[in-house]
């Protein structure tokens, strides 16, 4: 089985999930949440590195890299200057399970790179590389046309893994991850959802039933 590393970028605590409309401490809270539960999907089938300019992060337990410069295409470019096979994964996906992670990294392995879309279908959540210097990160609106044309294997089709899709900008899409079942930390993060079972992200569910008190909070100070 290949052995990946899994780079996670991390933005800065106090600005990530800006797009998100809840209060700072609470959105930080979630950011937090969201990480732990995608870093503990990762470490159940692979190597997890944090790049990050945020020395806070070094709390999630996980080696921490420094980020070249600040953005997002920044961080995943020190990945792909890693030793490969390396692979770039958003820190956003509270539903993820290991297994389709594992999934996804299992039909990467053919590929020199290759990409997974986000749910809606126009971003990437998931960038892996088998061949060293291959991944060319291109994150943004409509990175998964950029990713195809700049020669990834689009895996997305071949796959079941809609944890893995479900990327968080909004508290709609919250309330979709919620629906799928988020980690626990996310879980517990989240007042209105019960603390998940042990067991980690693949072991939680979040029945949808609970989702009526999910609100759009106006985003304060
Ligand atoms: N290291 C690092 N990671 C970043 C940076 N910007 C975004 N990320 C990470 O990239 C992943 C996807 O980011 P986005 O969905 O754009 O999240 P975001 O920038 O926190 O969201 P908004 O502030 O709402 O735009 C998440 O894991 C972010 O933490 C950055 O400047 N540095
Ligand atoms: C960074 C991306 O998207 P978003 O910021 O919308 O999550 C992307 O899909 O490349």
Do not use: I
Not at 12 to 21: D, E, G, N, V
Not at 132 to 149: E, I, K, N, T, V
């Amino acid at each position: 089985m290949t052995a990946w590393t899994v780079w996670v970028p991390a933005k800065p605590r106090a600005t990530a999930k800006s797009r998100l409309a809840l209060p700072p401490a609470r959105r930080a809270a979630l950011v937090e949440a969201m990480l732990r539960d995608v870093l503990a999907a990762v470490a159940a089938v692979a190597r997890p590195v944090v790049v990050t300019a945020d020395p806070y992060w070094r709390c999630l337990g996980a080696p921490v890299r420094a980020e070249p410069a600040p953005g997002l295409n920044a961080a995943a470019s020190a990945a792909a200057s890693a030793d490969s096979p390396v692979a770039v994964l958003v820190g956003d996906l509270p539903a993820l399970r290991a297994a389709e992670l594992a999934s996804a990294l299992e039909l990467a392995a053919a590929h020199p790179w290759a990409l997974v879309a986000d749910a809606a279908g126009h971003g990437t959540t998931l960038l892996a590389a088998t061949a060293p210097g291959c991944l060319r990160p291109a994150f943004g609106a409509r990175s998964r046309l950029r990713h195809r044309a700049a020669g990834a294997a689009d895996l997305t089709a071949r796959l079941s893994a809609p944890g893995l899709r479900r990327d968080v900008d909004t508290l709609a899409d919250l309330r979709a991850a919620v629906a799928l079942g988020v980690g626990p930390a996310t879980a517990q993060a989240w007042p209105d959802a019960p603390a998940a079972a042990s067991g980690g992200a693949a072991a939680s569910a979040m029945p949808a039933e609970r989702l009526g008190p999910l609100r759009d909070v106006p985003a304060s100070g």
